[in-house]
Structure formats: C-alpha cells, structure tokens
C-alpha cells in the first residue's frame, strides 16, 4: 500500500515538475518590456512578468490546481506544492481578443515545435474496412413439412446439397388422415351427382356445400388443385401421398428418413435459393456515419482472389454489440454463378467521398491532428492574423472524422489557420495561466456587477486578479445588448421546458430559432473584459445549439440540454440577466385577446413608418386610418389597475398623434405627429405585450426637430428613417429589443 502510494506521488510530481518547467519557458508578456523593478522578477528565469492586482500585489497560483489564486506565497491547499507566480498570458502588447489569447515568443514556438495548416473546403474521402461473411438470404428459403401425420415411404431427393426445381417430387407419404379425408370427398361428390336432379333446392345446396367441405380439407392437408381433381377423377382414394418442391434451389437439411413416422407440422427438408445470398458485415460505431441504407459497397473473397464483388445495403442493426462495439449491416449481393458460399469470409472496403474541393457541397475540413477532442467538442488553437506567435483558443463542433481529416460543423471559417503540432503544449500553457482550456473550461471568467438605472444599462465592477479578465474600469451595457439578452433569456427558458418533456422535434426546432438568437445580438458595443466574456459563453451557446439542433433521441437531447444549462448559468451569473430581466423588459400580466390586438395596431403602424421612410404622403394618411381603425377594435374593457392606467395614457398619445397626423396637409406635419404616436405605441408594446410573428425594436433619430431627437418602432433591425425619409435614410441607431422573435 505504501508503495502504491509513492508511485501516485512520485507521478504527480514529475507532471507537475515537467508542466512547471514547459511553462516557465513558454510564456511571454513581451519580453523587453520586463524590468528588474519587477516585484516577482526574482523568481522567473525569463524575464516573465506576473499578474498583478490593482493594489499592485502579485497573484500567486498551483500549477497543478491553476483555480487556486491567492495574494500571498506558499503551500498549494489540495496538493501541498509550492505556490509559483501566476505569469500573464502574454497580448503582445495588443488588445486581447478572446480569453483564450496566449502569445509565444519565437522561441517559445521552436520548442513546442507550433505547425499550422489551413482549415479548407474540399471532398474527402473516407476508407471503412469492414470484415464479415457470407450468409443465406431469410427470404429465399423454404422448409417442407408434413402437412398431416404419416409414414415417410419414399424419400426422392436423399442427401443435402441436391439441387431441385420447384414442382419437384420430394418424398411419398402414406397417411391413414389423408386416405379417409380422399374418401369423404369421393363419397360427397357421388352425393352431389346423383342428387343434382332433385327438385329439393335445399338438398342439392347441402350435397354441393359439403362437397366442397372436403375438397377444402384436402386443400388444408398439402394436396394440390390437381391432386385433388385426379383424386375425384379416378373414384379411388390413393393411401400415398406425394409431396412437391414449392421452389427452386439446394437442399441445405434433410430432416427424417424412409419409413419414420412424421407429425403434422414436421420439417423434412430445408431448401435455400443462393441466386441471391446476404453479407453480413461487422461495422465499428465511429465509421457507422460513412454508412447508409441502400448504398454500394464492395468486398473479396479468399475464395476467388483479386475478383470483386458488390451488394447493396439493406440493414443496419439499431444495437451495438457491447462486446466488440460493432454494429452489424447487411448486403444483399446477386449470385447467380453460385460463387459465393453461405460461411465464407469476406473483406469489404467502402469509399465514401464526402465531397471534392469546389463543389457545392464541399464540406470545411481539418486535419485529425488539429483538434484537441472532448466527445463532440473539440478545442483547436489559431494563429491569430497579423500577429506574430499570438494563438487564440475556440471551442467548435465537429462532424464524423474522414480518414486524416475531421470535418468541421461549425465554429471554424476557410482559411483560418489551425494549430495541428503543438495544440495539447499550448493548452497545458492556458491551462496553468488560469484561462479557459479544454481540462478547465470555467476558468478565467468573474461576475459582473451590475448597477440597474433607469436607461436599462449595466455598469461592470473591477474583475479580481488572476481571473483571465483584466480590472477595468466600469463600462456600461448598451441597452440595445441588455435588452437582447433577456429576450434570450425567455429563449432558453422555453427551450428548455419543452426540452424537459422530451419533445425531440419540437426542442430541435428551438434549438435552431436559440441559435439564431445568439447571432442576432451585437456585442459591438462591448468594451473590454465584457466583450471577452461574451464572446466565450456566445461561443459555448452557439456550439449548445448546434448539437442540440441535431439531436436525434431523448437521451442526447437531455445530455445537450444540461449542458446548455451550465453554459447559460455562468453566462447569467457573469451578466446578471435574470436581474436584468426583474428590472428590464418585464411584461404586465395581461389577456392574450388584447395581446393580438395591439399586434394589428403595431402592424398597421409599421406600414405607416414605411410611406413615411418612402415620402409617400397618400400611403402614410391610408395607413394612418388603418391605425386608428384598429385601436378602435382594442377593448379596453379587458384590462383593470396598472395595465388599464398604462393603456390610458399610451391612448392618449397616440390620438393625439393621428390628430396631428389627420390634420396635416403635408408630409412635415404627418412627421410631428408620428412622434407622440410611437411613444404611445412602444410604452404599451413595453409595459403590456404583444403578439406578433415579429420582433419589435425600438430606434432613435438624434437629428429630429432640431437634434431634440425622436424614436420609432420597427420589426427589423435595418433602419428606415420615417422622419427624414429619403433624405437621411440610414439616419439612426437600435436602442433595444422590446419583443423578441
């Protein structure tokens, strides 16, 4: 046991010894911008400079337990190592574009021996080796039995192997069952004959009815149409019966011998067609997406070398055999020179060309050593452009791997320059930094504080040291962000309820509408460390989605779900949005009846701001009727307290708007009276809801009436100015996001 133990401590501390002198190598802060001043540049060996805090104190860190981040040297808490220095990760000087940013210098590259390759576009082609053998087709054999119990007297076909065609004679039974049933039907059609000049109707149909009674029993115990008629030809019952081949092909079982005794029901012979036989192949699960129904796949023989044959996919096993992790496929393959045997082995190797470099559907690869792989996510690392020895650390979703390739889902663009030597060196060096790698994906990132005001922004506090996020000074969320973001949040919130049902479908289709969510939020606005957080947790949702837009059963979808679930928790834990969604954007409770009918009202007032954005005067008053006969369908009735006093005023503004606008006789006048309309309008849309197949935004003109500015509502996010129309089109800014899609 003691010994046992040594060896554990022994290993960890070479890990640990040989992380620490990687890393004592591998970082850089700049090199000459290090000064003897520095207050830790007595214990690095390179001139490295540490993460220091505001207060100007130094960050120490484990490198085995990079979490660990204390103000003062000493002891590691979980390991019991010396605490080193945390080291900076190194920017060269630039302005960091991700958490996961790391810069080399030169000769930090040359000892982790960095390579790059391109990610391209081009058609792959993936080799599958599959061994397997040759079996008989199910659906081309027959058994032959006795159809009535008897004494086998004469067996014609007496070995296996024997080729027969179908109508052959088999074997000759002699059955006391059948001879009595020849004679009922003998006796029966004597009756019917004899009785068929009777004026009794119901004589004749009781002879004819049993008559045929005995022909269907014959029927029933194997006797053929024609055995049957010779039967009634001859007058005589036959204490034999014979017994035919029904099809074509080779004996493969004898079951009895001449003059046993047979039961009803009991095989005498098997027959097998091999014109047509079946491959079963063993398939391995991580070649299984190369494989499909009806595709061809050739394969040999050691029977018939350098002969190639081909069958068509048929069959895929739903199960895994857990012992080989195989799942199995079956060929169907013609025959019909018979050279191929039932039991013989066989090796198939399938092609499948994904797709060739310039066609349409080419898909974007890279090479299998570029990824650092964590089930269906991978870590890569890319050269950042135009700048030297800078690599930067991204999250992606891979597809199937095409021999020395993977392809790429998503998270990667052509062109980019991927790190396939070197990758799992600069993740270590990440990693010990404290910064989100594949080993540790939450690090680096601290909450935000938030200070709510009026104008919905979000001020962030100083990050604490060593986080991977520098202290800034605040900065506050636009609102357009703020505003976007908890919309995404009720996004989620449904997602992840029908997700909790274990509704497939419906989740993948929400999966996708999340997706489009996160895309359609502009994090331009953001400064600093909140842009680097939420280009991290963007990336990880994004990826979430993704994997969850594709998921095939309930058990991968609520592997995905959970995970999603991390990755939105630490994204609202970082920004505050649930706090946000408390003081920003929150909806009055009221009847969804009303709900739609402000949707009309908002529809016909989008129409209104269009004529204005086109200078079409006739259109804007024509809209403007719309407007004021669908706030005449509202029914007020339907609200009470706060939502019925907010609905008053949001009224009265906009009819104090389309008075304005029904009494003016130019376009200058119908432009003032949109003003007190839109206010109206977006203050019951805010307050009280809406439903419409659209979003809403709400956009600011800073130049309208004299630069006193004025807002309006759209459904898109491409500005079409209503108060300067053609003039100043573009004129304008989203402010925020009042209803999401």
């Not at 979980?78 to 605490?83: A, I, K």
């Not at 407007?627 to 029914?635: C, D, F, Y």
């Not at 759209?714 to 573009?730: A, C, H, V």
Request: charged share 25%.
């Amino acid at each position: 046991m003691i010994k046992s133990k040594f060896g554990k401590l022994g290993i960890l501390s070479v890990v640990a010894i040989a992380l620490l002198a990687f890393g004592a190598g591998f970082w850089t802060s700049g090199g000459s911008n290090s000064s003897n001043t520095n207050p830790v540049s007595e214990h690095s060996d390179h001139g490295l400079e540490a993460e220091v805090t505001p207060a100007g104190d130094v960050v120490w860190t484990c490198s085995m337990h990079p979490q660990i981040q204390l103000p003062s040297p000493g002891k590691c808490p979980l390991c019991f190592m010396d605490l080193i220095p945390l080291e900076k990760g190194g920017d060269s000087g630039d302005e960091a574009i991700s958490l996961r940013q790391i810069s080399l210098t030169k000769q930090a590259r040359k000892l982790a021996n960095i390579v790059v390759s391109p990610v391209v576009r081009r058609k792959v082609s993936v080799e599958t080796r599959m061994v397997g053998k040759v079996d008989y087709d199910e659906t081309r054999m027959g058994t032959i039995t006795a159809w009535s119990g008897g004494r086998i007297d004469k067996l014609y076909i007496d070995y296996t192997g024997s080729s027969v065609r179908k109508g052959q004679a088999m074997a000759s039974i002699y059955s006391p069952e059948l001879l009595t049933a020849q004679a009922e039907l003998i006796q029966a059609v004597k009756a019917a004959e004899a009785l068929k000049d009777s004026t009794l109707e119901i004589v004749k149909s009781t002879a004819k009815r049993t008559e045929q009674a005995t022909r269907e029993r014959l029927r029933l115990l194997g006797l053929s149409k024609a055995q049957i008629a010779n039967t009634v030809k001859k007058g005589k019952a036959s204490d034999h019966i014979t017994i035919y081949s029904p099809m074509s092909g080779i004996v493969i079982k004898k079951d009895v011998v001449e003059g046993v005794y047979v039961k009803t029901g009991m095989p005498i012979y098997t027959i097998a067609d091999l014109s047509r036989v079946w491959v079963i192949l063993e398939v391995y699960e991580s070649d299984l997406p190369w494989i499909k129904m009806g595709m061809r796949v050739g394969f040999t023989t050691e029977a018939y070398p350098g002969k190639d044959f081909e069958g068509k996919v048929v069959y895929i096993d739903p199960v895994v055999n857990e012992k080989t992790r195989t799942i199995r496929i079956r060929l169907e393959v013609p025959n019909k020179q018979m050279k191929l045997k039932p039991g013989m082995f066989v090796r198939a190797v399938n092609l499948a060309e994904v797709a060739k470099k310039g066609d349409v559907g080419a898909q974007l690869v890279i090479p299998s050593s570029a990824p650092l792989i964590t089930g269906k996510r991978a870590v890569v690392y890319i050269a950042v452009p135009n700048k030297s020895g800078v690599y930067e650390g991204r999250e992606i979703v891979l597809g199937p791997r095409a021999g020395d390739y993977y392809i790429v889902k998503y998270g990667l663009e052509e062109g980019e320059q991927v790190v396939t030597n070197g990758n799992f060196k600069i993740d270590s060096a990440v990693q010990i930094i404290a910064k989100p790698s594949m080993m540790n994906q939450e690090s680096g990132i601290k909450p935000i504080a938030h200070d709510h005001d009026q104008k919905s922004t979000t001020d962030m506090a100083e990050m604490g040291s060593g986080s991977g996020v520098k202290a800034q000074p605040k900065n506050s969320l636009p609102p357009i962000f703020v505003s976007k973001v908890v919309h995404l949040k009720n996004s989620f919130d449904k997602l992840k309820e029908v997700a909790d049902s274990d509704n497939v479908i419906e989740s993948r289709e929400l999966f996708a509408e999340f997706f489009k969510s996160i895309e359609a939020i502009n994090s331009s606005g953001l400064k600093g460390d909140t842009s680097l957080a939420w280009k991290e947790y963007s990336m990880l949702l994004r990826n979430d989605a993704v994997l969850g837009s594709g998921a095939k059963d309930k058990d991968r979808l609520k592997k995905i779900t959970a995970e999603t679930a991390k990755h939105f928790m630490r994204l609202d834990m970082t920004f505050g949005i649930s706090a946000l969604a408390e003081s920003v954007g929150k909806v009055l409770d009221t009847p969804e009846e009303f709900r739609v009918q402000l949707g009309k009202v908002f529809t016909a007032y989008s129409a209104f701001t269009d004529a204005l954005a086109a200078d079409n005067l006739q259109d804007a008053h024509k809209s403007a009727a719309m407007i004021s006969g669908e706030l005449k369908k509202v029914n007020s009735g339907l609200l009470t307290g706060e939502p019925h006093q907010i609905w008053s005023e949001s009224i009265e503004n906009m009819n104090n708007g389309l008075d304005a606008i029904r009494n003016s006789k130019d376009i200058v006048g119908v432009r003032v009276g949109l003003e007190p309309l839109s206010y109206g309008l977006a203050e019951a849309v805010d307050k009280l809801g809406i439903v419409t197949d659209k979003p809403v935004y709400e956009l600011f003109c800073p130049m309208a009436f004299d630069f006193k500015g004025a807002k309006w509502l759209q459904s898109d996010e491409d500005i079409r100015n209503p108060y300067f129309g053609e003039t100043m089109l573009k004129c304008g800014e989203v402010e925020r996001q009042i209803k999401g899609q």
